[in-house]
Each structure stands twice: as structure tokens, then as C-alpha cells.
């Protein structure tokens, strides 16, 4: 375990095997379709690579980057830093999502998605923390509800750091300081 984590939350087993389940699940309701992986940039790097193998049907994958204008708390105010490449008019689009929070992020690109007319739009997310929503946005896919602590790994930041974890890890308050 790296020296900066308290705690694995949810280890690398754990994680491969719900993220095959999630792709299972996909891969079932899209049946017969081509899904569009949207991934929101980077948290989702690990996360989109793992499912999207583990996804059969037909799957093309674009990114977005977002960025939060102020604080450490999401506000819901959205920039987009870097826009799909591609149209995503009358496809099948699947948000995919590190972690959502507020919901707020979530929020936003819905609303921005649906105004380019998909056929259909849900979002994939890893993790959830359901205590401090402030949004009804649908997670139509949800691999792991968390309690309300900062966790990084598998895609998840803290300055930076920490992305490459092969685990979701909680993180050393000492670490929190130092950083
Ligand atoms: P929301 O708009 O849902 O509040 O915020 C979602 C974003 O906040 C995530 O994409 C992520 O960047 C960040 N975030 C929320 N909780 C955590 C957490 O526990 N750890 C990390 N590393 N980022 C988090």
C-alpha cells in the first residue's frame, strides 16, 4: 500500500470485478446498438479502460475535460476545457465518470449533451456519494456507493498524484497537509 493511505476502500479484485459486471450489463442493454463512451477527463482514464473492454457491443469512446470555476467544492459553474471530436447526433451516448458528488458536474453535462441531440444519453459512474447530492441527476450505472471521504486510485486524483493506484484508497490526513 502506498505510504500516503490510511485505508483501501475498495481493492483491485474488487474493482475488476465490478467493472466486468458493469460491462456485462452495457454490453446487454445496448444490444444490437454502438454505444458512444464519453469520458470526462482524467479521472475516467482507468475506469473507461477497464469497461470498455469488458464491453461486447459496438463502442466508440470521446472525451470530454471540465473544469470547476471555484474552490475545492464543485458549484455546478462548468468550463469546458476540451470538447468532443466527434458529433454525437442521434447516438447512443454513455457518460463515464470517476465519482459523482454533488452531481452538479453531472448535471451540467447532461444538460450541455442533450442540447446536441443523442438518441440517448446515461451516465456510468465508479463511485458515488449519495450523502452529499444536491442533484436528482440518474446514474443509471453505478459500480460503488462510498461513504462521505475523500478517496483517490484507479483514475482519482488528490494535486495530481495518486491517479495510478490499482486501488479506490482513502488518504492519511498527514498526507492531506503535506501535499
Ligand atoms: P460533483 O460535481 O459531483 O460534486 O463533483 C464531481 C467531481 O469532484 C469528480 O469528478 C471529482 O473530480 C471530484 N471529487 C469529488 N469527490 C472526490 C473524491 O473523494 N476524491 C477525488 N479525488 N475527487 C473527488
Redesign the pocket.
Known amino acids: 500500500m502506498h505510504k500516503d493511505i490510511d485505508e483501501i476502500l475498495i481493492p483491485r479484485a474488487e474493482l475488476e470485478a465490478r467493472v466486468k459486471a458493469l460491462g456485462e450489463q452495457i454490453s446487454a442493454d445496448y444490444a444490437g446498438r454502438t454505444v458512444t463512451l464519453v469520458g ?1 477527463l482524467k ?1 475516467c482514464v482507468l475506469f473507461m479502460s477497464d469497461l470498455a473492454k469488458c464491453i461486447t457491443v459496438d463502442t466508440r469512446m470521446d472525451f470530454m475535460m471540465l473544469s ?1 470555476y471555484s474552490g475545492a ?2 458549484t ?1 459553474v462548468v468550463r469546458i476545457l476540451l470538447d468532443l471530436k466527434e458529433s454525437i447526433e442521434d447516438c447512443d451516448v454513455l457518460i463515464v ?10 448535471e451540467y453535462m447532461l444538460q450541455n449533451l442533450k442540447t446536441r441531440r443523442p438518441r440517448s444519453v446515461e451516465i456510468c459512474s465508479l463511485l458515488e ?1 449519495p450523502s ?1 447530492r444536491k442533484t436528482t441527476v440518474p446514474v443509471k450505472y453505478s459500480g460503488f456507493t462510498i461513504p462521505d ?4 486510485g484507479y483514475g ?3 494535486n495530481g498524484i495518486y491517479r495510478n493506484l490499482p486501488y479506490i484508497g482513502v488518504m492519511k490526513e498527514s498526507a492531506i497537509e503535506r501535499k
Open positions: 470526462v479521472g470547476s467544492h464543485s455546478g465518470e470517476d465519482i459523482v458528488d454533488s452531481g452538479l458536474t453531472m456519494k452529499r471521504k475523500f478517496v483517490v482519482l486524483d488528490y
